[in-house]
């Protein structure tokens, strides 16, 4: 089951503008990772940051983690249209090894 | 470097078929690759885990029997969709690790299955 849940469902933005995306989870985590999916494609890995880190950031990328509040955000800054596609958090956990539980992602359009 | 395939990208059969898939690790050796199935503009959903040698491991609520896993070697693991029916019409995606325990997967480009 998606224990994940991200906000907005969907985010149309301008390019040039910035774009945060949301993650809540509900168990313990040791990761938090975000994917992206360009559409009928698989998945890319974008940054991980471990539940003891709070931020971290990546290129135009940042991430933020709290875990007191079981949430996350994923900033992408200067968005350009090539942007474009779905992005995913993924929680894993010390009792799941290496599997991950998906949020049910953000669709992010961005228009030129 | 870590890269996935998924042969076929794309496939259409009829109802009642039998449907395989396949996923390769190629430049890495995967001691474990997993199974997700995603439903148009849903999440990914977990379906199995895949070890190299070993029985998979299934999530709750995905059939066995309708969903054969074989991870033959290291870098190959297929997914046959057995007596395939319109309401497995989905796409199939597999990703694999190094090593488990390890937090990143490296996902194939999926496959479009399309039951008729």
């Known amino acids: 089951s998606q224990q994940g849940e991200e906000d907005p469902q969907a985010l149309s933005i301008q390019e040039g503008e910035n774009a945060t995306m949301n993650c809540s989870y509900k168990?313990?985590?040791?990761?938090l990772q975000w994917y992206r999916q360009n559409s009928g494609r698989g998945l890319v890995h974008l940054i991980l940051i471990r539940s003891n880190e709070r931020e971290k950031h990546s290129g135009r990328l940042r991430v933020t983690l709290d875990t007191s509040k079981k949430s996350s955000s994923l900033l992408i800054t200067a968005s350009r249209a090539a942007d474009t596609a779905s992005y995913f958090c993924a929680t894993g956990s010390q009792t799941s090894g290496s599997r991950l539980t998906f949020g049910e992602g953000t669709q992010l359009t961005v228009n030129p | 470097g870590a890269v996935v395939s998924q042969h076929p990208s794309r496939v259409i059969c009829k109802s009642g078929t039998s449907v395989k898939i396949e996923c390769r690790s190629l430049?890495?050796?995967?001691?474990?690759m997993f199974w997700y199935r995603q439903f148009p503009k849903q999440s990914l959903m977990l379906m199995a885990t895949s070890n190299e040698g070993s029985k998979a491991t299934y999530e709750q609520g995905v059939e066995k029997d309708k969903f054969l896993i074989n991870h033959a070697s290291l870098t190959l693991s297929t997914l046959t969709v057995t007596s395939a029916h319109p309401e497995d019409s989905s796409f199939y995606i597999c990703s694999a690790i190094y090593t488990w325990g390890a937090r990143e997967q490296f996902f194939g480009p999926g496959t479009r299955l399309t039951v008729l």
């Open positions: 168990t313990s985590i040791n990761n």
């Open positions: 430049d890495f050796q995967a001691t474990t």
